[in-house]
C-alpha cells in the first residue's frame, strides 16, 4: 500500500523546526536569566547604609573591582537581541514552509469559487496553464504541477473521489520522515567537509574543553580551596596539635592561594623589595626569620605581614600593597572554613586511633576567632567597640574612661543621652550613623534541648545512648536594646554568655536554677565570705537525666538583691525537663499537659496513661516525619548563604553573617560534634547537633558553643549538664544477645577509660 511506504524528506526543510525548538528552548530561560535589570534602590535601605568614609570607599572598591559592567551589559542585551530576531526569522520560514504544505484546495488553486461549474473549471485550467507551463518564460514547474491535480481532482472521478476521501488526488499519502539537518550536509560532494568537521568538534574541541575543567575541578576542594593547600593544614595540625592563634596566622598567611605559582591572580613587583622588607619593620612578633618551610618562602611572609597590617588596619600604598591586601582578604574567610574542617577531621580520626594525637579545643577555637578579626579588622584584644564606624582610639579612651564598656551589647542599653555624651566628640550625623550601624547588628537569642529521639523515655540518657541536642538560634537587631537600663534585656531576648577560652564551673541545666546576669551587664563580686557560702549560692540537684536550658532575662540589681536564694527543690530536674519538654513541642492535648507530681496520687487512671502514651508516640512519629522531609528538602535544594549583610568596611567584599555552633567539653579539652556552619540564619533557625553518650554513668557538663565568623564580642556558650544512666541489662533468655558471663564488669571498666570527664563537684557537695 502507499501508506506503507517510507519516504525521507531529503530538502531538509524539518532542520528549521529543529533549529526553532533548539533555539526558543535556549532562548526562553536565558533571557528571563541574563537580561540586565535595573537594581530598584530602596530608598529607605539607602538610608539605613553606613555613611562613613570607609564603608563609602568599599562602594568604590567594588564598583572599580567590575570595570567593563558596562560594556558586558551591553554585548549580552545585544547577544539576546540577535538571538531573537533570529528566531523571529525562523518562525517565519516555518510558517512558510507550513503553508506550502497546507491541506490542498482545487478551487483555491485555480482561482475560482466552489460553486462554479465544469465549463468554468476548464476555462480557469487552461488559462493559467498558458502561465504556469515549463515551456513559458513565465512557467513554474512545482505550481504547474499542483494546477494539473487540482484539475483532476475537478473533473476526474476517481481523483474527486480520493480528494473528498484523503484530501489528496493521489489517495492516501505515504508515511513521511524528515531529516533535522540542513539539506546540504547530506549532500555527497560536502561529505569530507561533514567529517572533517565532526572530528574536529567531537575528537578535538569537546575532550580538550572537559580535560581542562576537570584538570582545574579536580585542584580545588568543594570550597574552592587548593587541595595542597589542604593538605599543608593536615600536616601543621597534626604537628602542633595545641596551636596558638599566633601560629594560626602564621599558617594562613602560607597557603598556597598567595603563591604565584598557584594562583595566576597575584601579582609581584620590584617594588616589593622596597616596600615588604620596610612594612615587616613596623610590624611586631612577624616572626619572619622562621626558618620552616613554607613558612620561610617569600610569598608566605608577604601575605603574613599583610594579614598583620590589615589587623592593625595600617594605611598601606594604594597602587601595591593595598590591592594585594585586598585579594588576600578577600580569601582568608574560605580558608580559616577549611582549616576548621580540617582540625574537625583531625579530631574524628583521632576518634577512631588513625592518627596519634588530637588538635585541642584551642586549636579549632583559634582558627574561629581569626575569622572575624579579619573581617573586622581588629586584634582578638582590641574593644568590640571600634567594630562601629567614627569611633577609633581616641574615642575608645574617652569612653572607657567614663564608662568601662566591655561589648557592643553594654553600649546599646545606655541610654541616647548617656551614649551621646560619650560620643560628644562626634557630630550629629557621625552619632547617627553610628547609632544606625549598631541597631542592624545581630542579638542572638540562643536557647538549647536535649533529648534522646530513639530511646522509648526520651528524658533519660543511658551509657552510649544517641543524645541529640537542639540548638534554637532567633536572631533580632540589637536595636531591641536601645536605652534598656533597667534590664539587660527585653522580656522576649533571653540570657546569653560570652565564650571564655577558661569557663568556670557550670551550674546545673534545669528550670529550679535562678536566671544568670548577662555577662555585659555589671558583675558582682565572686567568691569571699558573703551570703550563699560557696560559689553560686544555689543547691545544684545531683540528678539531670536531660537537660534543656534557655536563656532568660536576669533580674535587676534592685529586684536580685531582695529576692531570697532559694535553698533545696522539691522537684526533679527530670521532672522539670518533662515539663519543658512539652512546653516546646507545643502540644495542643490538654491531657499531655497534666503534671503527675502536681495531681494527686492515684488521680490518673491506666487508660488515661495509656491514651497519653499514645498521643505522645503519634506526635514523635509525625516529629520525626517533619524532620526527615525537612532534611530531604535541605540536600535537595542546597544550603542558603544569605542571611543578613555585615558592616565590614575594611572587608573588600560583601559579607553575610554565618555563625559556627558545636558542642565540647572543656574539662578534657576535646570536641563532642562537628562544628555546623549556619550560613542562613535570617530570623530563626534550629540545628541539630548529635552525639554519643559517655559509656559510663555519671554526671557529665558539656558546653553548647555559639560563635560568630564575622563580628567580635557575639560569642555566647551554655552549659549542658546530664546525668548518664547505666544501659539496661538485657534479659538473660533473650536470643538476640549473646554476653559471655566470664568477664565482670569492673574488669571491662578498668580496661576502657572515659573519653570525658566526669562532674564530680555535685558528689563532693
Given amino acids: 500500500m502507499a501508506g506503507q511506504k517510507f519516504q525521507y524528506d531529503e530538502s531538509g526543510g524539518t532542520f528549521y523546526y529543529f533549529l526553532l525548538s533548539f533555539l526558543a528552548l535556549i532562548l526562553i530561560p536565558t533571557t528571563l536569566y541574563y537580561w540586565p535589570r535595573k537594581k530598584k534602590v530602596d530608598p529607605r535601605k539607602t538610608k539605613e547604609e553606613c555613611q562613613c568614609p570607609d564603608c563609602q570607599t568599599k562602594k568604590l572598591i567594588l564598583a572599580a573591582a567590575e570595570p567593563y559592567k558596562a560594556l558586558k551589559l551591553f554585548l549580552v542585551k545585544l547577544t539576546l537581541v540577535l538571538g531573537w530576531a533570529l528566531l523571529v526569522f525562523l518562525a517565519y520560514r516555518v510558517s512558510q514552509f507550513d503553508y506550502e504544505m497546507a491541506s490542498f484546495d482545487p478551487f483555491e488553486i485555480l482561482k475560482i469559487p466552489p460553486t462554479s461549474s465544469a465549463a468554468d473549471i476548464k476555462k480557469a485550467y487552461r488559462k493559467l496553464s498558458l502561465i504556469l507551463h515549463p515551456d513559458k518564460e513565465t512557467g513554474n514547474e512545482k505550481e504547474f504541477m499542483m494546477l494539473t491535480k487540482a484539475y483532476q481532482a475537478l473533473t476526474d472521478d476517481v481523483a474527486k473521489e480520493n480528494w473528498e476521501k484523503y484530501g489528496n488526488p493521489d489517495g492516501p499519502g505515504a508515511m513521511s520522515f524528515g531529516i533535522a539537518l540542513p539539506s546540504w550536509i547530506v549532500e555527497k560532494e560536502n561529505s ?134 585586598q585579594l588576600i582578604v578577600k580569601k582568608c574567610p574560605y580558608l580559616i572554613q577549611e582549616m576548621v574542617s580540617c582540625v574537625h577531621q583531625l579530631v574524628m580520626l583521632a576518634y577512631a586511633r588513625r592518627v596519634p594525637r588530637i588538635p585541642t579545643l584551642e586549636t579549632i577555637e583559634n582558627c574561629m576567632k581569626l575569622s572575624p578579626m579579619v573581617i573586622q579588622a581588629l586584634w582578638e584584644f582590641k574593644s568590640p567597640l571600634m567594630q562601629l564606624p567614627h569611633i577609633g582610639e581616641d574615642n575608645l579612651h574617652y569612653i572607657m574612661k567614663k564608662r568601662h564598656l566591655k561589648n557592643l551589647q553594654q553600649f546599646a542599653q545606655l541610654k541616647p543621652e548617656e551614649s551621646r555624651v560619650l560620643l560628644r566628640s562626634l557630630t550629629d550625623f557621625e552619632y547617627d550613623n553610628v547609632m544606625r550601624v549598631l541597631g542592624k547588628m545581630p542579638l542572638i537569642d540562643f536557647s538549647i534541648r536535649c533529648e534522646v529521639i530513639d530511646d522509648e523515655n526520651t528524658n533519660v540518657v543511658t551509657a552510649g545512648a544517641i543524645v541529640t541536642v537542639t540548638v534554637t538560634l532567633v536572631r533580632k537587631d540589637m536595636k531591641v536594646l536601645f536605652g534598656d537600663t533597667e534590664s539587660p534585656a527585653k522580656e522576649s531576648i533571653k540570657e546569653e554568655e560570652v565564650v571564655e577560652d577558661t569557663p568556670e564551673e557550670g551550674v546545673a541545666a534545669n528550670n529550679t536554677a535562678p536566671p544568670k546576669k548577662q555577662t555585659w551587664a555589671k558583675q558582682g563580686k565572686r567568691g569571699g565570705k558573703g551570703k550563699g557560702g560557696k560559689k553560686g549560692g544555689v543547691n545544684k540537684p545531683k540528678t539531670n537525666k536531660a537537660a534543656t536550658t ?216
Fill in 192 to 325: 569530507v567537509w561533514v567529517l572533517g568537521l565532526y572530528g574536529l568538534v567531537f575528537m578535538v574541541a569537546l575532550p580538550s574543553v572537559v580535560g581542562m575543567w576537570w584538570y582545574r575541578s579536580i585542584r580545588f576542594s568543594g570550597d574552592k580551596v587548593l587541595l595542597d593547600t589542604s593538605q599543608m593544614y593536615f600536616y601543621f595540625f597534626h604537628k602542633t596539635p595545641h596551636m596558638l592563634l599566633k601560629r594560626v596566622i602564621m599558617i594562613l598567611g602560607a597557603s598556597l592561594e598567595f603563591d604565584r605559582q598557584y594562583n595566576k591572580q597575584v601579582v609581584e613587583r620590584l617594588s616589593d623589595n622596597d616596600e615588604v622588607p620596610a612594612l615587616i619593620r613596623q610590624l611586631p612578633n612577624l616572626n619572619e626569620k622562621c626558618k620552616e618551610h613554607p613558612l620561610c618562602r617569600l610569598y608566605s611572609i608577604k601575605a603574613r605581614a599583610i594579614i598583620h597590617a590589615h589587623l592593625s588596619r595600617m594605611p598601606l600604598n594604594p597602587d601595591t600593597l593595598e590591592k594585594d591586601r
Fill in 550 to 765: 534557655t536563656s532568660s532575662p536576669p533580674p535587676s540589681s534592685s529586684e536580685a538583691q531582695k529576692t531570697p536564694k532559694p535553698t533545696s527543690t522539691t522537684t526533679t530536674a527530670a521532672d522539670n525537663q518533662q515539663d519543658q519538654s512539652k512546653h516546646n513541642s507545643g502540644d495542643e492535648s490538654d491531657d499531655s499537659e497534666i503534671d503527675e507530681k502536681e495531681s494527686p496520687a492515684g488521680s490518673v487512671s491506666d487508660d488515661d496513661e495509656k491514651k497519653n502514651s499514645s498521643l505522645d508516640d503519634d506526635d514523635d512519629e509525625e516529629w520525626d516525619r517533619l524532620q526527615q522531609k525537612l532534611n530531604k528538602r535541605e540536600k535537595l535544594e542546597g544550603k542558603s548563604r544569605i542571611s543578613h549583610t555585615v558592616h565590614c568596611p575594611m572587608y573588600p567584599e560583601e559579607k553575610q553573617e554565618y555563625w559556627w555552633t558545636y558542642i565540647c567539653d572543656r574539662k578534657s579539652r576535646t570536641l563532642l560534634t562537628a562544628p555546623y556552619h549556619v550560613t542562613s540564619l535570617k530570623d530563626r533557625e534550629e540545628i541539630q547537633l548529635k552525639f554519643t553518650a559517655p559509656r559510663w554513668a555519671g554526671v557529665y557538663t558539656f558546653t553548647v558553643c555559639l560563635r560568630s565568623d564575622s563580628y567580635l564580642g557575639m560569642d555566647q556558650q551554655q552549659e549542658l549538664k546530664l546525668d548518664v544512666k547505666k544501659a539496661p541489662v538485657p534479659p538473660a533468655d533473650h536470643p538476640q544477645w549473646d554476653i559471655s558471663e566470664s568477664e565482670s564488669e569492673h574488669k571491662d571498666e578498668q580496661e576502657h577509660e572515659s573519653e570525658f570527664t566526669t562532674d564530680t563537684s555535685d558528689d563532693e557537695e
